[in-house]
């Protein structure tokens, strides 16, 4: 099955502060090398801590935000440097979920119209087919046909986020980014939206890059999980394996500090010792090293590159010698 | 593929939603707006319909009427040095200067959109350019330009209009300029590129409505400027000619019977500080019903 | 968890507060009782708007003032003299020295809180020298040992930082310090780390445990991650629609729910322990946590609730019920539910 999207090599920088004429100008790297594939049909979840660049890497795969470097392939094509006009027919197949239901949702509109711009925006649509098409999609989240004439502030968190997943979905994308769809929403509501995207999944065969910081909701709904440090893939693997045998010290910790819904499971965490560093100043080498507790001197002698080091699972750090504390005990 | 399978239980039908337009309930509570909207009313159906409602004509010339103070006679507000009924002369004046009013503001709303949309969509170095050139015009002096313009051309209600309007889209370039700099950046304008949306799209359907509060204050208050700039360069002779009236060359030809006839001045006068009064009104009025971060909970 | 009367810190009976809006008069919280005992965690969990914060305001007495907002029942706190006092009846001097010494508050977003443009150790001198009658120098010392206590990496040099030098851990740490600063029996801490990375939350919640095994004090724990809940609770305190629906100790809360709510929200969020063996669909609780101005009549829970049974929850209120085991829990149909 060949990949609906590859990521090779993808940098973001972004120019931070300097003076006229870019004089002393910092970069922030928020990608800087990030290389992956996503197959037809899958749930890839990046996960990471903010700032590691996830929001960055599923903008500039729809090409929301311009690669510095790097190349994207979409359904085989290369999308890189592609004109926007050029895009445009593409984006009815890539669409994009928003973490904040309400600030991606125009406040002046209502939802039927909100719901109905990709249709208006990409035409050929008759005012009575788009109508019938609204009324489908509304339903297709669970809204009542009544939420139509709504607008935003009118609806609960949980309803704003439905419409924003029926306006993606309006124009049957084979390929969706979800930017923590879920992480704005009620404990409660968070259930509904998570359900509904693995219907989805199952249903429309969609494939979806799932962006989020709960790794419980990401090892529910997850395939494959990549994780990111500093805007660097650090582990990929399948979502069993990975929580199984987690390869990078990072996956462990970020696993370790996850807080799990049982008191009689409290256990003995590995606390990460210090703050994520800035993107600006990145350490040398492995960018975890002064976080990790097993990092050798030689951690910071080059960037460690992602390895194969089991079948379909990858990671970036030097030390094959260490066994690492898995999340779920082998069943 | 069909999608029209439900997927998920339906939400359950909501209570009662709170009643909508709360922008006209929140400004029908500001008294001095509905008193300004009224006036407003007012002078405009006196001054459209109103010279069909009286027997004297703005033009004609009455020599045996002359200086008829107001409510003396058959003229109610009285006539001016030629004998001409005031009250006529109001309304035609009347008409023209909230027309130069209008217009202008038309005129320089639309300017000031799409230069101030340009700059705050585009933003980098053509915002920039943009920007500058506003605020170089503005730190000229209104009536100054305003003056020499008029100076070197042929003055008429067209010409005085299209003044007044190349005089006043700065501020709203600015408003608009802020406005849509900052919206660009929330994520429903990111959402609308995500589905292919050309930036004309992106400027005009999605991000100008959001910034109509501040569009519609500065608009009210830019019609209360032009009818204000209109007299003034009338008053001073450079704007609308007589015998065309204006409120503002009405007082301009009431100088020099100040003492002797000061209805002459006093009425004109008049009716321009309550036309500009209450377009300021109205746009505070409609700054507080518009802002929704006065929305109620 | 033995503990004689002169143990409870703090005591809180049928709370309820009002407020004034546009739309009339509005209750964020009715009914709430509990009380809290020196060196446990009660953990307060609840949807969005179910008066979490609230309730805590209320209890430092930092609601608006009377005709916004009216706050009925009453509040007893422990005094450092041994005897409680009349939080809602104190006169506002006195409260002013009650914050701080005897219950203080660490709130979500710390970059709120702390002033901008004063130095993390202005700060935290300036609230000591309030309480304390202490020099400059002195209370410099004591903010450095604070600083110390918390965590922050070279914390003499940090006195001279300004709050955005901080990252938001450090900032989150920094607001515990001064939380600290009077040694208070009972801390308030508001979502502290909801704004927080995973590994900076676990940071903060071992600093929390520690400081608690330290200095005995007690601390209210708002959050709606039930992950954390697990983590740290003693007890466990579930609100909805601003009321107290189930209160029980943390391991019979998770091992035995008795409200409909209560249950579904510990069915509806997966578990990492089971991650990466797909489960099928969570089971989510049907539609939307009310508004909370307009809660729908009896239970406030029925429209969602899958026991529902018409004619009774959505007409009778339940009122608090104890159970055997001492556990608190709303609910008319909870004894039948439970067989
Ligand atoms: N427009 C921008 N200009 C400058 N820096 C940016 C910009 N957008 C993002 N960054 C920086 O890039 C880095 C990655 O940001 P990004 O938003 O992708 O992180 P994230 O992983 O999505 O974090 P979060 O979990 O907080 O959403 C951050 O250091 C951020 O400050
Ligand atoms: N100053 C106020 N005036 C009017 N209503 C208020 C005020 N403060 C809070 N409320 C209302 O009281 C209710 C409870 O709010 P509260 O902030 O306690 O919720 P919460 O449980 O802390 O929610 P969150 O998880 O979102 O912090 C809400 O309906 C809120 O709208
Ligand atoms: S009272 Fe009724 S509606 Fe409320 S939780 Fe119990 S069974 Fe459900
Ligand atoms: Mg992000
Ligand atoms: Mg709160």
Redesign the pocket.
Known sequence: MSAILEVENLRKWFPVGGGLFGRGQKQVKALDGVSFTVKPGEILSVVGESGSGKTTLGRTVLRLAEPTGGAIRFEGQDITTLSRRALRPLRRRMQLVFQDPFASLNPRMSVERIVAAPLIIQGGISRAGRQERVAEMLQLVGLQPHHAERHPHELSGGQRQRVGIARALIMNPSFLVADEPVSALDVSIQAQVVNLLLELKERLGLTILFIAHDLAVVGHISDRIAVMYLGRVVELAEAGTLFRDPRHPYTEALFSAAPIPDPTLRRERVILQGDIPSPIDPPSGCAFRTRCRHALPACAAAVPPLREVGPGHFSACIRDDITLQASVSTP | MSTTTQLLPATPADEALPPRNTAWRRFRRHRLAMLGAAIILILVLGSYAGPYLIPYNDTYIDIMQRFAPPFSGAHVLGTDELGRDMLARLMMGGRISLAVGFTAMLISMVIGISVGAIAGYYGGVVGSALMRFVDAVLCFPTIFLLLALAALIDPGVTSITLLIAATAWMDVARIVEGQIRALRERDFAVAAEALGASDRYIVFRELVPNAVAPIVVAATLNVAKAILLESYVSFLGYGIQPPVPSWGNMLNNAQIYLTSAPWLAILPGLLITLAVTSFNFLGDGLRDALDPRMESH | MEAGSGDILLEVEKLAIRFRTHGGESAAVSDVSFCLKRGETLAMVGESGSGKSVTSLALMRLLPKAPLCTVSGSVRLRGKDGGMLDVLSLPESRMRAVRGDNVSMVFQEPMTSLNPVQTIGAQITETIRLHRPMGRRAADEEAVRLLDLVGIPAARQRLTAYPHQLSGGMRQRAMIAMALSCEPSVLIADEPTTALDVTIQAQILDLLRRLQEQTGMAVIFITHNLGVVAEIADRVMVMYAGRV?EQADVVPLFRQPL???TQGLLRSVPRLDLAGRRTGALSAIRGNVPDPRRPPP?????PR?????GG???VQA?ALDVTSDDRQV?????SE?AA
Not at chain 3, 305 to 309: G, I, Q, S, T
Not at chain 3, 330 to 334: E, V
Request: charge should be positive; charged fraction near 20%; glycine fraction near 4%.
């Open positions: 629906v409200m409909p709510y009896g239970c406030a829970f029925h609730c899958d026991f529902f049974v009774r929850c959505d339940p709303r609910c008319l149909r909870w539910i």
